[in-house]
C-alpha cells in the first residue's frame, strides 16, 4: 500500500523540527547553568561544541547506516537517541554528566536530518519533490530561529531543565507517527556495503583534534605558543592523510567535487558564515544578561525579531536569486551581518530597546539575503548524483565551522578578558567590554566572505533540489 506522503512530510518536519531546535535552545540558558555549576565560560561552551562535534561526526556515516540497516530502523533509532539524550539532559546534576548526555542526543540528532531528506526523495515523485523538500525546510529553519525565544521562555518559568525534558513528550508522538505512517520504508532492500573505516578514522580524529587545539591550547597557552603550534601540525597533518585517503575506491565523502570553482567559492562562504555567526551568535546572551541586566525571558523576547525577520524575508531573498541577483544578494546579507554585530558592539547601559530591536533585525534580514542564495549557487553547481555529497559537506561545514567559531570566540574571548580586568579591576565590566570587542571582531571576520562572494554567479541553471536543503 502506498503510503501517505502528506502524513510522512508531518513525521519527518515534526523530528527535524525537535532536533533543529535543540541545536539554538540551548544558547539563551547557558548563563544560568554556568551560575548552578560555577564554572568558567570556556567550560560551560562545552555544552554546545560537544554537540555540534558530536552531530558532525555522525554526518558522514549516514549513507552508510541506512545501507546497512534501513531508512526505517536508523530514523527509529536516531529519535529514541535524541529523545533518551534529552532526558539525561534534564537530570545532570553537574556538567560532566550534562556534557556527556549532549553527546548522546547529538548521536541521534546527527542521522535525523539527513535521513529525513533522505527519505523524502524515497517517496515523493521528482515532480513532487522540490515543494516537499520546501516545506521540510520551513521545520528546519524555524528551529534554529525560534529556538533561543523558547529556550527563554522554558528557562524563566519551570528551569533550564526544561529546554531538554519537553524533548520526551514531543519525541514519543514522533516514534509513534514515524511507527505509523513510515513502515512502508521496511520494503527498501538493504545493502552491505564496506566502511571506509580509514577514512572515517582520520575524518574523526582531525574534528577531534581540530577542537582540542583551538579549546584549551588557544585559551590556556595561546595562539603563538609551542603546545598549540606543535598540535595545530599534528590536526593539519591528519586532514592530509584523510584527504589522501579519500582518492581510494568507494571513499567516505568524494572530495573530488572541490575541483569545481563554482562549488568552492559558496562553501568558502558557508565556512566563514559557520565560524562567525556560531561564534558571535554564542555571546549575545551572555551581554543581554550580564552587565546589561536583562532577564532570561527579556533577553529571549530581543531574540524574537531576529528569528521573525528570517522567516518572513528568507522566501523573497529565495526569489530574487532565482531572478538571477546570487552575487548582488549575497553581498548585500553580507554587508547586513556585519553591520549588525558593529551594532552588537555599541549595545551599553542606557541603550534603547529599540536600538536592540533594529540591531536583530538587520541581523536577520542579513542571515536570509546570504542562506539562500549561496545555497542555491552551491546546489546548481554541482551535477545531480553529486548532490548528496555536496549537501553532506555543507552540513558538516555549518556543524565544524560553528564550533570552531564558538572555541576561536572563547579563546579571544578569555584574553579580552584579561586585558579588561587588569585595567577596570571589575569582573562585571571587564566581561561586557570583552563582549563588546568580541562582537567588532565577528564582525570583521564575516566581510572576509566578501572575496569569494564578488565571484558568485548572478544566475544558476534551474534545479530540482530546492535551496532549503541547505539552510
Known sequence: MPPNRSL??????????????????????????????????????????????TYSLFIPLTNWLKNRIGYYNLYMTSISLFVAGSLLCSLADSLTFLILARAVQAIGGGAIAPTSLAILSETFPKEERGSAVGWWGIGNVMGPALGPTLGGILTQYLGWQSIFYVNVPVGIVTIWMAARNLRFLKQIPITKPPLDLKGYLLLAGFVLLLQATIIPFASRYGLTSWQFLSCFVITITILVLYIRSSKRPDPLLDLSIFKIPDFRRPFIIVGIRSVALFGGMFFLPFLLQGYLGYSEIESAMLLLPNALIMLVTRPVSGKLADKGMIRYISIIGILLVSSSFVLFSMIDIGASVAFIVTAMIIRGLGISFLIAPVSTALLNSVKSEQTATATSLNTLMLQLGGSVGIAVSSAIHTHLLSHYESKTGTHQLAEHYALQDGFLTTAGLILLALLPAVRLPQKTRKRLVDKNVLG
Open 8 to 53: 510522512v512530510l508531518v513525521t519527518l518536519m515534526i523530528g527535524t523540527s525537535m532536533a533543529a531546535i535543540d541545536s539554538s535552545i540551548v544558547n539563551v540558558s547557558l548563563p544560568i547553568i554556568q551560575r548552578e555549576f560555577n564554572v568558567q565560560l570556556d567550560a560551560i561552551a562545552l555544552v554546545v561544541t560537544v554537540y555540534m562535534i
